[in-house]
């Protein structure tokens, strides 16, 4: 039984005007929730709502060890047409952050067909800048799961449970499901997340748990789970970057 989990590596800031918190009250809920590692996420530039470049490339700023949390520099990019565009340049990813989320929002992009999101997430799958694929239940972007989600596997990505689905995005609860047991099927890793915009959202994941141990997720495929399981993901991605694959 899944009991605890140990980072949470989609958190927003008030760096976007939809966050409402600083990173440094993300970093203090994570560690009132009981995380030992915790990330930054805010959106790409891409959308209306998210940072500027400049902002990712300054992460650096912030220590790596925080009040004795390990805190990461993301992004969620967005994936800005069918041919699996993102938003950040290669030399931002590569050598100012240490994980990427790439998702689908309807403010940067309109729903296409069944076929077109499909191609984008392929390219998604080969592209070794990204890491984590960001809520991919959305229903307005439905995409082929049993095509997909092999490649997936083939290029080592996560997929993220996402907690805020099962709030803000109640419709798509069933397609994370079907996610999920293909993910299982195929020994595709996933990776609980709030997506939170409020500090006291930091570590929190109630439902998706609940969804994963009803269909019995095994543990193992868990990358945050276990701290040092991500921790050598994590070094593994980042290995991958540099060689391009």
């Known amino acids: 039984m899944i009991k605890h989990l140990t980072a949470d590596l989609h958190t927003h800031t008030d ?22 590692h915790v990330g930054i996420s805010n959106h790409g530039p891409a959308n209306d709502d998210g940072a500027p470049e400049g902002h990712f490339r300054n992460l650096r700023a912030i220590p790596e060890i925080v009040e004795g949390i390990r805190v990461y520099r993301g992004a969620e990019l967005n994936i800005t047409d069918y041919n699996g565009s993102i938003d950040l340049s290669g030399d931002t990813i590569r050598n100012r952050l240490d994980y990427t989320i790439a998702s689908f929002h309807n ?12 191609s984008a997430y392929l ?19 439905p995409y082929d799961y049993e095509r997909v989600i092999p490649e997936f596997k083939r290029y080592e990505k996560a997929v ?24 299982a099927l195929h020994g595709v890793f996933v990776i ?10 930091v570590g929190v994941f109630h ?21 040092k399981r991500l921790e050598a993901w994590l070094q593994r991605r980042n290995l991958l970057k540099e060689q391009g694959i």
Do not use: W
């Open 15 to 36: 760096v976007s005007k939809h966050g409402y918190s600083t990173v440094y009250e993300n970093i203090m809920a994570a560690k009132a929730a009981g995380l030992t």
């Open 107 to 118: 403010e940067v992009i309109s729903p296409g067909s069944l076929e077109d999101h499909t």
């Open 160 to 183: 993220e449970i996402n907690e805020a689905t099962f709030h803000v995005r109640k419709q798509s609860v069933e397609n994370c499901m079907n996610i999920a047991r293909l993910c």
């Open 207 to 227: 439902n998706a748990l609940e969804m994963l141990r009803q269909i019995n997720f095994p543990e193992e495929l868990i990358l945050n789970e276990d701290g």
């Open 192 to 201: 609980v997340n709030s997506d939170a915009h409020f500090c006291k959202l």
């Open 123 to 141: 390219s998604i799958a080969a592209n070794p800048l990204v890491d984590i694929i960001g809520h991919s239940g959305t229903p307005g972007f």
